[in-house]
């Protein structure tokens, strides 16, 4: 298990603030952290992987043809 600090979150490319990364824990759109002490929060690596596989998800679904085989006839 891997926990990931509010810095790792910034270089796997997710830019948000700490308030927008709150906002968002509280609206249910971003997997809630794991608070370590008073002062210390971090998230579990497999929770954010799949909240960004999620949203690929989500970005596939509207392309035209996502639901199309991408296998290539021989």
Known sequence: ??????????????KYSRCQIW???KA????PPVKLS????VWLERDIDAWM?????ERDEGL???AQSTAVPL
């Open 23 to 25: 906002r968002r824990v």
């Open 38 to 41: 008073a002062s210390r929060n």
């Open 1 to 14: 298990m891997t926990f990931l600090s509010f810095a790792d979150l910034r270089v796997r490319g997710i």
């Open 28 to 31: 249910g759109t971003f997997p």
């Open 64 to 66: 035209p043809g996502a």
């Open 53 to 57: 596989a999620a949203l690929v998800a």
